[in-house]
């Protein structure tokens, strides 16, 4: 790949560091490298329009994935509008038939952009990519488009017709987020892996009971999560059938823009009884008033005052999987967002309830952690036993 002066590059990260005030990067260096002025200019436009942090943290990492992509194939940056070849050719090197790259080296990517993507971190697939991904990326790549204004060739019908081709030849089954679900009794050895008094026992103790209760929260959601989004409730009963239950503590989550949400959505969810106990706890010993609410701490037990990536909470939960005798290799943080409506399933809650406090808008979705629950409780795999 072309090299860039040290100038440059410190430019830039001067520029990503300046966005990072509204979409915190966590591969700021690398992307640097990576994107040019243009395209740095081009997301803090968008930032600037107000499109949704998570829209932007994809678009950025795709932007870079494509650059880095197109460098090792072509040996010059991305154009703008990409013609149809070069559209082509991304699919053609991302989407390849197994069985006729045992046959022929040359079928697929070309080994050189492969070692070069992989070198930078960029390419950790042994095969061909996932269909979604694929898509995304050329998603990604029009939306960039369009925002400069230009028109590309990505309704071609040659395209259309590769990518469906393409998709026939590299079927793969697909691979669920988290192999297994983080449900209330996994949760419940994760939690004891952090019951200590540190810092980062604290921290990691609210993390998890947060984004479990608060109806399974995306990892991106977690850390993008402020204190200025949360609200003190007045007090609920315990039960709510009996007005004489104790009260428990209430707070309201503010998640404005989601993954599922529309712009002028501003969606919230309630966090009942320990896990604002949990939490509360955490944002007083770590003496955090304001900014984000899920922060990094050192070696030393300083609390950064920068937020935790999504990347890292992924990397907390598997850390706790293992200090509880879990397989780390089974479970992720998208586990707590599975874990949570296979929990309310078993637990007999209506699927329309658990989708008021999860957002899933899919209820195919929401429905399949719920048919996976009936099956199992159920009496149609039982006739023999």
């Known amino acids: 790949m072309t090299l860039l002066p040290s100038t440059t590059i410190a430019s830039r990260v001067e520029e990503l560091d300046a966005l990072a005030a509204i979409l ?59 013609p149809e070849t070069l559209l082509l050719k991304f699919v053609a090197h991302h989407l390849w ?21 992989r070198a930078e971190r960029l390419l950790r697939a042994a095969g061909p990519h996932a269909p979604g991904t694929v898509r ?16 590309g060739a990505f309704a071609a019908p040659s395209l259309k017709s590769a990518l469906r081709l393409a998709v026939r030849a ?30 980062v026992d604290l921290r990691d103790h609210a993390l998890l009971l ?14 993008a999560l402020h204190v200025e989004d949360l609200t003190d409730e007045e007090p609920v009963s315990a039960d709510p059938a009996d007005k004489d239950s104790p009260p428990l503590p209430c707070l309201s989550i503010r998640l404005g823009r989601t993954k599922t949400t529309i712009a002028d959505d501003d969606e919230h969810v309630l966090l009942i009884g ?7 706890r955490w944002l007083a010993e770590a003496q955090i008033k304001d ?52 929990e309310a399933a078993n637990r007999g809650i209506s699927l329309p309830e658990a989708m008021q406090q999860s957002l899933h808008r899919s209820v195919t979705q929401a429905a399949s952690y719920y048919n996976n629950a009936e099956r199992k409780n159920g009496r149609a795999a039982r006739l023999i036993v």
């Open 24 to 82: 915190p990067f966590d591969r700021r260096d690398q992307l640097a490298t990576l994107l040019t002025d243009d395209d740095v200019a081009t997301l803090k436009h968008l930032a600037g329009e107000g499109m949704g942090e998570n829209t932007l943290r994809a678009l950025a990492s795709d932007l870079g994935y494509l650059e880095a992509w197109c460098q090792l194939a072509t040996g010059a940056s991305l154009p703008w509008p990409a």
């Open 97 to 117: 038939d197994p069985v006729k790259r045992a046959e022929d080296a040359t079928h697929g990517m070309p080994a050189n952009v492969e070692l070069g993507l």
């Open 136 to 151: 995304r990326r050329l998603t990604s790549w029009s939306i960039l488009t369009r925002w400069r204004g230009l028109t």
């Open 170 to 199: 590299s079927i793969r089954p697909r691979q669920r987020k988290s192999k297994k679900p983080v449900t209330v009794d996994i949760l419940a050895k994760l939690l004891q892996a952090c019951a200590g008094d540190r810092l």
């Open 210 to 223: 947060t984004a479990f209760a608060s109806g399974g929260r995306r990892r991106t959601e977690v850390a």
């Open 274 to 280: 320990r896990p604002v106990t949990a939490l509360k």
């Open 291 to 342: 900014g984000p609410v899920f922060r990094r701490i050192d070696q030393w037990g300083n609390v950064d005052p920068r937020a935790l990536t999504p990347q890292s909470i992924n990397l907390i939960l598997k850390a706790r999987c293992e200090q509880a005798g879990l397989d780390p290799a089974l479970f992720s943080a998208h586990g707590l967002r599975s874990g949570y409506l296979t």
